[in-house]
Each structure stands twice: as structure tokens, then as C-alpha cells.
């Protein structure tokens, strides 16, 4: 698959490694922004407040999967209830929110664990098949808790998973009963 990360830093960077370690081939976009003509996928990993501007300095945008992983803390800037729902006014495309959960520090563990950890997420249904591909291409199980319209109770929820969280981290892992 060819990915194009809007973001380079801890976030788009680290999952950049770990799609290329899975065969994927994977462009890196920084500040300068960029094409992503050639992108099946579009990872868009900058600063919450930040979605609009960097979608605005990248060129072949138009009808592209993407794949939110910001977070928003605070207030919200603008009139679009979420920040996939801002990357979807964008792009256009279906748009699947996922990754915002995850601690960049242990994507380099990920792989090391018992058991494989859980990485929740909402997408409109065209993104579904994508991002859990890529979820699992990345050492986790998907797990998908709603579309799109749940993106801004997901971006919200992020304060529960950080005020339970030690320094460093956790992984979390959502499973039925005989699947742990």
C-alpha cells in the first residue's frame, strides 16, 4: 500500500517505520507539506489545532482515505464538531479516526508483547477495511467503536486513557472472554 504521513514527528514518524517494516511504502510529509497524488492512504499526525493549515500545503488531497490520528485538548477551534470531520471537509474521502490513542514511545515494543495490544477507532465505512489493514500492519488488533459521527466522543475520551496512565505509557487490550 502507498501511505503518506502528514506529519513526520512522534506519531506519523513511528508509524511510518512500522508500515515500511510491513511492506508498505511510505512517504513522509513535513511542515513544508507536499503531493500525495500517489497515496492510497493519507495518515494526517500534526498538532490538533494544526489539521486545516497542513492539509493546506498538500497538493492531491481530493477523494483520499485518510486517517486521523489527532487529539484536540481544550477547546476545539472552528465550526466542524471534530477533527476527522475537519480532515474530511479537506479531503472529501472517507475518513477513519484511529491511532490518537496510542503511545508513539512504545510503538517500537509493540511488536514484543504477549499478546497483540487493542488500538480503537471510528471510520466511515470506506475506511474501514484501510485502516484496520493498517492498525494490524502496525502490531495491533483492531477495534472499532463507531463511525464517524462518534469522532468527537472518541477525541474526548483521550483524558480517561491519559489520567489512568503511568509515565511512559500503557498498552490496552479490549478482548471477549477466552481471547487474552
Known amino acids: 500500500m502507498r501511505i503518506v504521513t502528514i506529519g513526520r514527528g512522534n506519531i506519523g514518524g513511528g508509524l511510518a517505520r512500522l508500515w515500511r517494516a510491513a511492506g508498505h511504502d511510505v512517504e513522509e510529509l513535513g ?7 500517489d497515496a492510497d492512504v493519507v495518515l494526517v499526525a500534526v498538532p490538533g489545532d494544526q489539521v486545516t493549515p497542513a492539509l493546506g500545503k498538500v497538493t492531491g488531497l481530493a477523494g483520499k482515505i485518510a486517517i486521523d ?58 475506511a474501514v477495511e484501510v485502516t484496520e489493514t493498517l492498525i494490524r500492519d502496525a502490531g495491533y488488533d483492531p477495534v472499532r467503536v463507531g463511525d464517524l459521527s462518534r469522532a468527537r466522543a472518541f477525541e474526548h475520551a483521550v483524558w480517561l486513557l491519559l489520567a489512568a496512565t503511568p509515565p511512559g505509557g500503557v498498552f490496552y487490550r479490549f478482548a471477549p472472554p477466552g481471547e487474552l
Open 31 to 37: 511542515r513544508d507539506g507536499g503531493d500525495a497524488s
Open 69 to 126: 490520528a489527532t487529539n484536540v485538548f481544550g477547546d476545539r477551534p472552528g465550526d466542524v464538531p471534530s477533527n476527522a470531520e475537519e480532515v474530511q471537509a479537506s479531503t472529501g474521502g472517507p475518513v477513519a479516526k484511529s491511532f490518537n490513542m496510542n503511545y508513539a514511545s512504545l510503538f517500537d515494543r509493540v511488536r514484543e508483547q504477549r499478546v497483540r495490544p487493542s488500538n480503537w477507532y471510528v471510520a466511515d465505512d470506506g
